[in-house]
């Protein structure tokens, strides 16, 4: 049975209290301890996000500051619209993005067990969640070889 550390729960402010919920829930169940890393996202932050892999002119071209550009770093972002940002309807973040602790970005297994006890919590409490692992919700991880295993959200009703 684990716990939010106290820098999880910073890194959790105004985060959805239904997605709380479900990350409190995860951990007492889950068989890997885990934190937060991230909630709510400033869109300064998603633009210098969305510069690692790209070039100055693919930058300007959806009027995202050149100099943010980092294209020597992985793309690590697809979107200019995130989950992440304060929705102005509920007045909080509807993701967050959590790291197993210990884990290795080369092994999937962690994240694996992390994700089985947040869907087991989002059933439990009636929360439905998307994981950056498995966008289309099918159940089969990383079948388009998507890479944001630690992410997960909150899925409008
Ligand atoms: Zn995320």
Not at 70 to 86: A, G, I, N
């Amino acid at each position: 049975m684990f716990k939010l550390s106290a820098r999880s729960q910073a890194n959790l402010q105004n985060v959805h209290p239904k997605m709380i919920r479900v990350i409190n829930r995860a951990l007492e169940i889950s068989d890997v301890d885990f934190m937060a890393i991230e909630g709510v996202r400033t869109l300064h932050r998603q633009h210098q996000l969305y510069g690692q892999g790209r070039t100055p002119a693919e930058l300007r071209k959806v009027g995202v500051k050149p100099d943010l550009s980092r294209p020597e770093l992985p793309v690590v972002t697809w979107t200019l619209r995130s989950k992440h940002f304060v929705d102005p309807r509920t007045g909080y973040g509807h993701a967050v993005d959590l790291l197993p602790a210990p884990y290795d970005w080369k092994d999937p297994r962690p994240f694996n067990q992390l994700a089985d006890a947040m869907f087991a919590a989002s059933i439990e409490l009636g929360i439905p969640i998307r994981w950056g692992a498995d966008w289309d919700r099918d159940g089969k991880p990383r079948e388009r070889g998507e890479t944001d295993s630690p992410h997960f959200e909150l899925v409008d009703e």
